[in-house]
């Protein structure tokens, strides 16, 4: 049980477009979801948390109008990389709670790649 | 908010022999420490947790334990496998769960055969 997708696993834009990231919970219900993002050699950075129905709450230097996030069901989050540049390519990874209490159940992560 | 240090970044140990890495957290208001595994390319895995109402905590060959005075917090391996190598993060949190969680900067174990 407490299973989080994330889709694509690998994406390669170009600088300039747009990518969405998709989060899903597939075996419970997570009212809270936690984006964060890892680059190479390093820890992972939280970047906003979002409640379902509600506006994501972003941490301190992350641009919300860059990276959109929507949380709109119980089971899916995504996260919109706009305008992507080369320094936003990074490993992206969601955690979903609603599961058990405490714990935060991450998804296998997003390698994005901007060219 | 909270800060979370880790060290040693980086930790070769032989295998069979034991692995110890150590953190810190600033907010007394932490009560929630999970430690994480990474292997490259993939998702964090919890591999061990402890809640602030104990002291220490032990599956296998994994034990925690936790200092709540001093904010201190460690992570201990035992008889250390090869496929022991790996990132393993600490982390902080009010509560977990539903509330954010600060990580460490990560310790890259290697396990030498």
């Known amino acids: 049980g407490a299973v989080v997708s994330q889709h694509p696993s690998r994406v390669i834009c170009k600088s300039g477009t747009s990518v969405k990231i998709e989060c899903r919970s597939l075996?419970?219900?997570?009212?809270?979801m936690f984006w964060y993002r890892q680059f190479p050699k390093q820890s992972l950075m939280l970047m906003a948390t979002?409640?379902?129905?509600?506006?994501?709450?972003?941490e301190q230097g992350v641009e919300k109008d860059k990276f959109l996030i929507n949380h709109a069901s119980l089971t899916l989050s995504t996260l919109t990389v706009t305008s992507a540049h080369p320094e936003d390519s990074s490993f992206y990874i969601c955690?979903?709670?609603?599961?058990?209490?405490?714990?935060?159940?991450f998804g296998p992560g997003t390698r994005l790649t901007v060219t | 908010g909270e800060n979370v240090e880790q060290h040693p970044s980086t930790l070769s140990v032989q295998e069979g022999d034991s692995a110890v890495i150590k953190c810190t957290y600033s907010?007394?208001?932490?009560?929630?420490f999970p430690w994480y595994k990474q292997e490259l390319g993939k998702r964090p895995q919890l591999i061990i947790d402890?809640?602030?109402?104990?002291g220490e905590k032990k599956d296998q060959r994994i034990a925690v334990t936790l200092n709540k005075t001093a904010k201190h917090f460690s992570l201990h391996i035992t008889e250390t496998q090869p496929e022991d190598s790996a990132v393993y993060f600490c982390a902080a949190s009010p509560s977990g769960g539903y509330q954010k969680v600060t990580f460490g900067i990560g310790t890259k174990l290697q396990v030498i055969p």
């Open positions: 955690s979903a709670s609603g599961g058990r209490p405490y714990e935060q159940y």
């Open positions: 907010d007394s208001a932490s009560n929630y």
């Open positions: 979002s409640n379902e129905g509600s506006k994501a709450t972003y």
């Open positions: 402890i809640r602030s109402n104990v």
């Open positions: 075996d419970f219900q997570a009212t809270t």
